[in-house]
């Protein structure tokens, strides 16, 4: 167990290196640099040639990046030049932010998707189980984005029950304790709905053939047999061994998660991470740019491990 976990770190940390190297080569690669956002003609050149020498834009990429990748070693992701302050802090203060969003989305995916699936199974092949099942599939076709973009139209400017974009509302901002909570509980519905929605249907679609395949066996049939009703025998003994697999399948579903929380922060203008690293890929804030990536693969990896652990606790037959 010590030696696949080893294994693992391992592969992570070379698949962290890699991303970290393309997106350095992608940057660097791109046309103009920060010193464009100069537009004012009275600042002279040889102040815009200062502050490229200041920022390390003088020297070549290859020296660039074996100093960034030094730091980084180090801890040291750099200095935001559009924040103008350490890398470390500007995400510190954006990744809780990602967090609250991401997590409660992935709540309402594998919440919402179980749910859907024990009511799937009520009535197999069914009216409701064929509805629910092109309902899932679409939800799953469509990308976060356009489902953020319905949903704002709908119930922010068609029926504006819910605000469109930020954190919290100005009144909120100046509030404390329930007021304020509840404030950001109105903001959070949408972005929540538009991450966790398009998972669900996958959860829904998954668990249900699990579901199916475990009807069938034999210990369910024997806990039938001694008296225990469709229902129990669903939840209380079917359920538990069909979730095993949805561990590797939420595991799986991270790299997406992360992206699409990303993408949705965007659109409802949320505070987090992806709104940071736009901003820097608008502002061609390469420090910045960098350490998001980096902590953004960093988040998939662990939250990988994670998952692969999880379903070795769950199953013994898979330390084997």
Known sequence: MVRWLLRRLGAGLVLVWL???????????????????????????????RWRRDFGLDRPWPVRYAVWLRDAA???????????????????EAVPNTL????????LEIGGGVALAIVQLRRPHGKGDRLITLASLSAYALPPFLVALALLYL?????????????????????????????????????????????????????????????SQHYVLAARARGASERRALLAHALPNA????????????PFLVSGSLVIEVVFSWPGMGQVMYNAALGRDVPLLLGGTVLATVAVVAGNLIADIAYAIADPRVRL
């Open 100 to 107: 609250a969003l991401a997590g409660l989305g992935l709540l």
């Open 243 to 254: 979730l095993l697999p949805l561990i590797t399948m939420v595991g799986m579903s991270l």
């Open 19 to 49: 991303v970290a190297t393309v997106t350095f080569a992608l940057v660097s690669a791109a046309p103009g640099d920060i010193t464009q956002r100069l537009n004012d003609p009275r600042i002279p050149p040889a102040a815009r040639q």
């Open 155 to 215: 119930f922010s400017f068609r029926l504006p029950l819910f605000p469109p974009s930020h954190m919290f509302s100005p009144a909120g901002e100046l509030q404390h304790g329930l007021p304020r909570l509840l404030d950001l509980a109105h903001h959070l519905i949408l972005p929540v709905i538009a991450i966790g929605i398009t998972g669900m249907g996958a959860v829904a679609r998954y668990l249900r053939g699990s579901l199916l395949d475990e009807r």
């Open 74 to 92: 180090m801890g040291d992701l750099g200095y935001s030049w559009l924040n103008h302050r350490k890398v470390l802090t500007v995400l510190g």
